[in-house]
Nanobody
């Protein structure tokens, strides 16, 4: 059974940084795509970034490009999201996701497994 556990959320001032971690277990993820999504209160879930585990290819939403970096730690079976230059509009619950399908995609419907989420709050 796939389990995704996010950590690293918290409260930070605008302009600050946070690093989110997603510990993945229950499968060999070498052929998986891994994604980060977020959902702010009253808004729909939004794609943030994705990575192909075996290739390391990445894909970002325009709203975070140049500020966020997705990466993976093969030894720890962990996907990371480094978030710099945070803005109040980045405030949301951030979710880790995984799917055995090929390619990098940004629709949440294309990700089979989800974590419980971690809250990120950016104060102005």
């Amino acid at each position: 059974q796939v389990e995704l556990v996010e950590s690293g959320g918290g409260l930070v001032q605008a302009g600050g940084s946070l690093r989110l971690s997603c510990a993945a277990s229950g499968r060999t993820f070498s052929r998986y795509r891994m994604g980060w999504f977020r959902q702010a209160p009253g808004k729909e879930r939004e794609f943030v970034a994705a990575i192909l585990w075996i290739a390391g290819s990445t894909y970002y939403a325009d709203s975070v490009k140049g500020r966020f970096t997705i990466s993976k730690d093969n030894a720890k079976n962990t996907v990371l999201l480094q978030m710099n230059s945070l803005k109040p509009e980045d405030t949301a619950v951030y979710y880790c996701s995984a799917d055995p399908g090929p390619g990098l995609v940004k629709s949440g419907d294309d990700y089979r497994y989800w974590g419980q989420g971690t809250q990120v709050t950016v104060s102005s």
